[in-house]
């Protein structure tokens, strides 16, 4: 299943460019894990030999499961629909392995109630990731976006689960934070 990636200077259309080495977020660049920094998202950085993106977005897939879904959605997770509730530490992970920044969108009913926010990324480059987008319901519309800063530390809401998404993607990827 390829992400839904966009650049800002086209149209929306997937794209499955393969390979980026994954780096340290922008704030922490030529800080290597020796200087013992850390990731926004807590633990020490560590190093990671280059990753595709098709396996950054495989570690990510394997890792969805009802325990690293928000709690909010975990009535509507399913094996058939994985990716729901995957959006916020999903986004965190990315950012902690890609730097960028996180976007932030409403998502409406089409009778116009709110069914929630949802996350994804904007990435150095300019391009969109967007890896749980399918996870919405015909009648769920995503709204336009914006850039949201990341708080630091744990995320408030979901910690518990982003960490244990955390681990089983970078477990997935050969690598680890101490």
């Not at 922490?28 to 020796?34: L, R």
């Not at 396996?55 to 509507?76: G, M, N, Q």
Request: charged share 25%; net charge positive.
């Amino acid at each position: 299943m390829a992400a839904t990636v966009t650049s800002r200077r086209q149209t929306r259309r997937p794209r499955n460019r393969a390979v980026r080495t994954i780096t340290p977020p922008a704030a922490c660049a030529g800080q290597g894990p020796q200087q013992g920094r850390r990731w926004p998202g807590g633990g020490r950085m560590a190093a990671v030999a280059d990753v595709t993106r098709h396996d950054l977005e495989a570690a990510i897939r394997a890792a969805w499961a009802l325990d690293t879904c928000d709690p909010v959605d975990a009535d509507d997770w399913s094996a058939a629909n994985p990716s729901r509730g995957q959006c916020g530490t999903t986004a965190l992970i990315i950012h902690d392995l890609l730097g960028g920044d996180l976007l932030i969108a409403e998502v409406l009913r089409t009778d116009g109630g709110r069914q929630g926010v949802h996350y994804w990324n904007l990435l150095p480059d300019g391009t969109e990731l967007d890896l749980t987008r399918e996870q919405f319901a015909g009648e769920e519309v995503l709204q336009q976006p914006s850039i949201v800063r990341r708080p630091a530390g744990l995320p408030k809401r979901g910690a518990e689960q982003y960490l244990t998404m955390k681990h089983r993607v970078l477990t997935a990827l050969g690598t680890r934070a101490t």
